[in-house]
């Protein structure tokens, strides 16, 4: 069975920081692209973030460009986002995601596996 589990969320200060994890189990991902989503309520799932196997391409959304850095560690099979700055319009559940090939994409629609997600709080 197929798994991507999430840690590190929690309750944070605003400009504080958190490295949230994904680790997948079940099958390797060393050789798919992963993201990293959030939904905030009553909004719509967005991109933050995403990385080819390789690690050799990178994406963030422009909202957390300079603050989040997305990596990766294909002998764990996990993911990282480590979040510097944090400000309260982060706060969102966060999800990790795996694609379904090499490719990365802005789309959530286009991701094989999730996570169940993990809380970030940004208190001001």
């Known amino acids: 069975q197929v798994q991507l589990v999430e840690s590190g969320g929690g309750l944070v200060q605003a400009g504080g920081s958190l490295r949230l994890s994904c680790a997948a189990s079940?099958?390797?991902?060393?050789?798919?692209?992963m993201g990293w989503f959030r939904q905030a309520p009553g909004k719509e799932r967005e991109f933050v973030a995403a990385i080819t196997w390789s690690s050799d391409n990178i994406s963030y959304a422009d909202s957390v460009k300079g603050r989040f850095t997305i990596s990766r560690d294909n002998a764990k099979n996990t993911v990282y986002l480590q979040m510097n700055s944090l400000k309260p319009e982060d706060t969102a559940v966060y999800y990790c995601?795996?694609?379904?090939?090499?490719?990365?994409?802005?789309?959530?629609?286009?991701?094989?596996?999730w996570g169940q997600g993990t809380q970030v709080t940004v208190s001001s």
């Open positions: 995601a795996a694609s379904r090939g090499t490719l990365y994409y802005y789309n959530y629609n286009l991701y094989e596996y």
């Open positions: 079940g099958r390797t991902f060393s050789r798919n692209a």
